[in-house]
């Protein structure tokens, strides 16, 4: 594994539809306690499932972790609790926050939940891929370039390679992106379509996949003109929840902090679901509580109020 990255990512963890349901509603309301739910119930004893978004959370827009974070999640994770990131990172860039945190065993969701990793420290590589939800990306990608000719497309593919047009990069995706053309992109098998546009506002960007209507994907529009594509029905929350079936969590020892719009369904998953204090609007309606913003080491809260 590397050291933590210093580079900034430009994904969709740290770009930013709404579910009110007893959600908190823009006030900053953090437990001071890691003994409730977010339904009030009870906790005691046994260990909790706590899945930690990237950037935005536990990085800032420049991809550093603060001291404070970086010892918190260190502590909730040597205390024995499943602390597991949940990234829309892909996993090249992922590995460098699970070795900055401490886990070296345990699991983690990459990809916006298209990549499951199981991580142990006696593997070769400290880990290895669980599953890989793959999904072909030609309708979605025709579609796009038929409304936004001039966007930049990337795509992860099976292998984890990342192919490209027009020299598109960014730091989440963990490897170089190896430039092809259009056509090759449609054949591929895909993890996770990356969509940019420096021509659009956020606003037309927005409206024009809305309009588009893409079907058989899931897929999140972030703060500037990015999109993120899934397969259908693949989030954090799916990846998440398959996790907690195979370890037998309770659904009430769950605990989530997010601040972008790919973190909605799993702050909804969570019994605990935290939003950062710069979130979106429609993150905090899905959140039942928001602590404070990256700046002000809004997780670090969250995951010291699990160790009162």
Not at 115 to 120: C, E, G, N, S
Not at 249 to 276: F, P, Y
Request: glycine share 10%; net charge negative.
């Amino acid at each position: 594994m590397t050291t933590l990255t210093e580079t900034s990512v430009a994904g969709n963890d740290d770009r930013r539809n709404s579910n009110q349901n007893g959600k908190q509603n823009g006030t900053q309301n953090t437990m001071q306690n890691g003994d409730q739910d977010g339904a009030g119930r009870k906790i005691t004893g046994g260990k909790m499932m706590i899945a930690l978004d990237v950037d935005g959370t536990l990085v800032d827009h420049d991809g550093h972790m603060s001291v404070p974070v970086r010892e918190a999640a260190q502590d909730v994770v040597a205390a024995g609790h499943h602390v597991m990131i949940a990234t829309g990172r892909s996993l090249n860039a992922t590995l460098p926050i699970i070795e900055h945190i401490g886990i070296d065993n345990g699991y983690a969701v990459c990809s916006n939940g298209g990549v499951t990793l199981r991580l142990d420290s006696s593997l070769s590589d400290g880990y290895e891929i669980l599953h890989k939800a793959t999904f072909d990306p030609g309708p979605a990608l025709r579609a796009l370039r038929k409304r936004l000719p001039s966007a930049k497309y990337a795509l992860e593919d099976e292998h984890g390679n990342f192919l490209s047009t027009e020299r598109f990069q960014d730091a989440s995706f963990g490897v170089e992106a190896i430039g092809v053309d259009f056509q090759t992109m449609l054949e591929a098998t895909a993890v996770r379509v990356v969509v940019f546009s420096s021509e659009n506002t956020p606003e037309e960007f927005d409206t024009a996949i809305r309009h588009i209507g893409l079907a058989g994907v899931t897929y999140s529009v972030g703060w500037t003109a990015w999109l993120d594509i899934a397969g259908a029905g693949v989030n954090k929350a799916s990846a998440l929840e398959h996790l907690r079936g195979r370890l037998s969590i309770e659904a009430h020892r769950t605990i989530a902090v997010g601040d972008g719009r790919n973190d909605i369904e799993m702050l909804t998953w969570a019994a605990r679901g935290v939003a950062m204090g710069q979130a979106p609007q429609e993150v905090i309606a899905a959140a039942n509580e928001v602590t404070h913003s990256v700046f002000e080491d809004g997780a670090a809260h969250v995951l010291r109020s699990i160790l009162l």
